[in-house]
């Protein structure tokens, strides 16, 4: 068949179904389930409660019972614009700078350099510092090679 009798043939359209929403919504639940190290920005309301919280574990030292989310989630609303820069949390961010160097906890880490990238801001305090640890403890992460 020549190309010409081709294009001159009228071609049927048959639209793809849709995938039924529930069905849609069930998937992503699943995905999400079984990726726990997905960065989970806390809402506005509970921030500052997460990052006193983190402020009262590092002063008491008791870590007994603390779940991961809640210090990748409180490293989220730290590095924040509005915390970033409080002179009354630098403890808390250093605490954070110096884990990154330390831990081998991907889900620590891989939370970090998100952290490190939604936060940054050229000449900042707080980026030299997340980038300065992230280079000495040599992240890997997915996103950064």
């Not at 069930?26 to 919280?53: G, K, M, Y």
């Not at 008491?60 to 915390?83: H, K, N, Y």
């Amino acid at each position: 068949m020549s190309l010409t009798r081709f294009l001159a043939k009228p071609a049927s359209f048959q639209p793809m179904a849709l995938a039924a929403i529930n069905r849609l919504a069930s998937t992503t639940d699943r995905i999400l389930a079984r990726w726990p190290d997905v960065v989970v920005e806390p809402p506005e309301r509970d921030r500052e409660r997460l990052v006193q919280e983190m402020l009262m574990l590092l002063e008491t030292g008791d870590w007994s019972d603390t779940r991961m989310s809640l210090v990748t989630t409180a490293a989220v609303a730290l590095f924040d614009q509005d915390r970033r820069e409080r002179t009354d949390l630098s403890a808390l961010r250093k605490f954070y700078c110096e884990e990154i160097e330390s831990s081998d906890h991907r889900t620590f880490l891989n939370t970090m350099v998100a952290v490190f990238i939604g936060s940054y801001e050229p000449g900042a305090a707080h980026t030299a510092a997340l980038a300065s640890q992230r280079a000495r403890a040599h992240v890997h992460s997915p996103w950064i090679s």
